[in-house]
């Protein structure tokens, strides 16, 4: 099944801001709200956003989401070690009548 | 607390069946759609089906329709992920989510997942 597109990795210094983007279609992310799950290595997937920019309670405000068109992206500022990890985005797809997962980024903190 | 607590890690042979399954707390499943989720070995998240306890109502994924059975018994509120005859390729770590309301909502809990190893 298609998949929303994700750059593969990502990195960045301890303090810097990334930014992860998420790219689909009117079908998907262009007519759909996106989601954002975390996965530590070994771990199951966390709940990190919703709603395009909505976070959970408990997520620091470190973590914040937009969205334009076709097009989400997650921002993480003030990186720290302990958010190394696999992100993912969600949306669900009007075609396939599904959950479409992106295909994930690896965040490294250098 | 809402748990979803997975039944254990599965070894089996080409061919064989196998159900693992999700039994919730917390929270009544009745009430809230349970997704299962396929994380093959160092690769991305798959969505593979989606069930309504309340009803028993399911949606399967086109990848995954004809080669998985998702069903539930709400009266133990657990949901059940079901092959007839794995595959090699069906090797891969198996998560189910709850959807915190609708289908288009964010799975906002999730199992810690069974690991499933098809081997001959």
């Known amino acids: 099944q298609s998949v929303l597109t994700q750059p593969p990795s990502a990195s960045g210094a301890p303090g810097q801001r990334v930014t992860i983007s998420c790219s689909g279609t009117s079908s998907n992310v262009g007519g759909n709200t996106v989601h954002w799950y975390q996965q530590i290595p070994g771990t199951a997937p966390k709940f990190l956003m919703y709603s395009n920019n909505q976070r959970p309670s408990g997520v620091p405000d470190r973590f914040s989401g937009s969205k334009s068109g076709t097009s989400a992206s997650l921002a993480i500022s003030g990186l720290q070690s302990e958010d190394e990890a696999e992100y993912y985005c969600?949306?669900?797809?009007?075609?396939?009548?599904?959950?479409?997962f992106g295909g994930g980024t690896k965040l490294t903190v250098l | 607390e809402v748990q979803l607590e997975q039944s254990g890690a599965e070894v089996k042979k080409p061919g064989e069946s196998l159900k693992i399954s999700c039994k919730a707390s917390g929270f009544s499943i009745s009430g809230y759609w349970i997704a299962w989720v396929r994380q093959m070995p160092g690769k991305g998240l798959e969505w593979m089906g989606i069930i309504y306890p309340g009803d028993s109502s399911t949606r399967y994924s086109p990848s995954f329709q004809g080669q998985i059975t998702i069903s539930a018994a709400k009266s133990i509120s657990t949901a059940y992920l079901e092959w007839s005859g794995l595959m090699a390729s069906d090797t891969a770590i198996y998560y189910c989510?709850?959807?915190?309301?609708?289908?288009?909502?964010?799975?906002?809990?999730w199992g810690r997942g069974t690991l499933v190893t098809v081997s001959s």
């Open positions: 969600a949306a669900w797809d009007d075609s396939l009548k599904g959950v479409l």
């Open positions: 989510a709850r959807h915190s309301s609708g289908w288009y909502s964010p799975f906002d809990y």
